[in-house]
């Protein structure tokens, strides 16, 4: 009875720890996404674009499985991931404001698709940089939003 008991949480609780997601941004200007866990792969994807935020989904070895912010998934090695928190804005015309609220002063409006740098977020607020401008943006206007909370 010991037994089994032990193996089925054993299976649960690394089934709970597989299926963590979390959020990641690639380290370089160029990157490549392989079609599997090792660089015999063929590439699919070359990404040009530094803290282009991705959602790594599983392991193998030293490869992450992610997902970027267009579905794409696919391997990249750890060293081309750091911990830095980007995201990308999902809504056309998106204020930035000087504080967070939304009677603070507009200081910017960005477009959708554009990459913000996450300084912090707070409730329903994150402050970002963007460009030149740094401010603080509702955090439903930014994809994933779920995984920039604490």
């Not at 970027?68 to 911990?83: A, F, M, P, R, Y």
């Amino acid at each position: 009875m010991l037994k089994i008991f032990l193996v089925i949480s054993i299976f649960f609780t690394s089934n709970i720890l597989a299926s963590e997601e979390y959020f990641l941004t690639l380290r370089n200007d160029e990157v490549n996404l392989r079609q599997g866990p090792s660089f015999d792969y063929p590439i699919k994807i070359f990404y040009k674009k530094k803290y282009l935020p991705v959602i790594v989904q599983d392991k193998s070895g030293n490869f992450r499985k992610i997902r970027d912010h267009e579905n794409n998934t696919g391997w990249i090695h750890v060293s081309q991931l750091s911990k830095k928190k980007a995201s990308i804005t999902i809504i056309d015309d998106v204020l930035v404001f000087k504080n967070s609220t939304v009677f603070s002063k507009p200081i910017v409006v960005i477009e959708k698709g554009k990459l913000c740098l996450i300084i912090k977020c707070v409730n329903e607020w994150c402050k970002i940089k963007v460009n030149n401008y740094v401010g603080w943006i509702k955090s439903s206007s930014l994809w994933e939003k779920n995984l920039l909370l604490p």
